[in-house]
């Protein structure tokens, strides 16, 4: 098993609570880039917020910013073609990940593995994590508009982990855009007639830019290693779920901080389907007396989410686990802290297509001043909420083959998505 992630000091970390505070400052540090901007969302909209950091990105690029951004070929499908217009000849690089403009796509192995991170890197300086999707948060892209906003959360932070959110951002951007024009650029270098001495000018660029890389990254790995010893606030780690090194990482500090909670621990969830290990974990901190206390939806965009979540009710509630369900509005947010100091914002929920299949990040923030600023906005978000008592849930048997019939569901769609059989 992966060793969990090693926190580092030394950082700033501000909580932004939805759009209103989260689009501002995105777009306050785009506008003082001056080196490379990258950016991942899985939806983006054509609205005003989108239309403002769209406007911040292609004036960065004018300046000569050097401006990655990706989105889900999904999640943003429906204003893809608003952005490649108004990008078009910008100099911002628009790659999609996993397109499906072509129904041939959606045939393709691993469709249903999606890209669901949100992320924003300036300079490798400015770095925003979190649930937040470009789109306003009193818009709905299957209810239309709302009369109140989204409850989501995500966080700017300024320190070494910034470059670890930049290399995320990297990497997904790069693997989107090669796999979409790969083959061309191939194609066309190999048929080209120049091809000898276009090849000793592209090794000759790529050899100095490898020499600079390489004393980047030393640079860059002899700070990250004087980070990890640094014991001032904020410690904190930058957690990624892939199909790859880290499959089960987020899970992973999850199962930690549940397994060594000692008073409390308070989750904010939209989509909750935990795995076993961690259904096991939950009950596990009620019984040794931890408590725990869930905020599910109560507005659901989705059916089959409440019939997933409210399946488990009976037995968490039975064990001494809390269940609140937000009315105020539709809840996005996935943040949780465990007693004193542990504390996670991110994109992940806990539920199969988070757990195992899509790109997530999480940043978890070893801190008693961010763990506290995390318990205030749960309690905030407790007013909008009624508590679920157990003569409320359902019961009998028509609860057990709702519950064989959410567990039967969960593992048909991962076998479809080439996931594990068993969750």
């Known amino acids: 098993m992966r060793a969990r ?12 609570e939805g759009g209103d505070e989260l689009f501002p400052a995105l777009c306050e540090a785009i506008r003082a880039a001056t080196h490379e901007v990258w950016f991942a969302s899985y939806i983006v909209h054509t609205d005003a917020p989108s239309e403002a950091v769209l406007d911040a990105l292609r004036a960065a690029a004018r300046r ?5 951004m990706v989105v889900d070929g999904f999640g943003a499908r429906h204003a893809l073609p608003w952005w490649q217009e108004r990008l078009e000849g910008s100099g911002v690089a628009l790659a999609v990940f996993r397109p499906i403009d072509r129904w041939w796509h959606w045939l393709q192995p691993g469709q249903l593995r999606r890209l ?15 649930g937040i999707n470009l789109i306003d948060d009193r818009r709905d892209l299957n209810h239309g508009e709302l009369e109140a906003p989204r409850l989501d959360y995500a966080v700017h932070l300024r320190g070494a982990l910034a470059h670890d959110v930049a290399r995320a951002a990297r990497k997904v951007w790069t693997r989107a855009w090669l796999g979409r024009d790969f083959s061309e650029e191939l194609r066309d270098w190999l048929l080209a007639p120049e091809l000898v001495d ?7 660029r790529w050899w100095q830019r490898t020499r600079g890389l390489l004393g980047v990254r030393k640079a860059l790995r002899a700070q990250q290693r004087a980070a990890q010893s640094d014991r001032r606030p904020v410690r904190a780690a930058f957690v990624l779920r892939d199909n790859l090194r ?5 899970e992973r500090e999850y199962l930690h901080a549940l397994r060594s909670a000692q008073t409390r621990f308070d989750l904010i969830c939209p989509y909750f389907y935990p795995s076993a290990r961690l259904l096991r974990a939950l009950l596990g901190a009620a019984r040794r007396g931890v408590q725990v206390r869930l905020l599910l939806q109560g507005r659901f965009d989705y059916r089959l989410a409440a019939l997933a979540a409210r399946a488990l009710y009976a037995e968490l509630l039975a064990r001494g686990v809390r269940i609140y369900e937000y009315r105020a509005a539709f809840l996005h947010a996935k943040v949780a802290l465990a007693d004193a100091e542990w504390a996670t914002v991110g994109s992940s929920n806990l539920d199969p297509t988070s757990l195992l299949l899509n790109l997530e990040a999480n940043v978890v923030v070893y801190d008693a001043g961010f763990n506290q600023e ?3 906005a749960f309690e905030r978000a407790l007013e909008g909420a009624e508590a679920i008592h157990p003569a409320g849930a359902p019961q009998g048997l028509g609860a057990w083959l709702k519950r064989l019939l959410v567990a039967w569901i969960a593992q048909t769609y991962l076998r479809v998505a080439g996931g594990p059989e068993r969750y």
């Open 5 to 16: 992630a090693a926190p580092c000091g030394g950082h700033e970390i501000r909580l932004l």
């Open 64 to 68: 000569g910013v050097r401006v990655r």
């Open 116 to 130: 669901h991170q949100k992320l924003c890197v300036v300079d490798g300086e400015h770095a925003f994590v979190g």
């Open 198 to 204: 276009r090849s000793r000018e592209l090794l000759g």
């Open 246 to 250: 880290h499959r089960h990482d987020i």
């Open 374 to 376: 995390i318990g205030q």
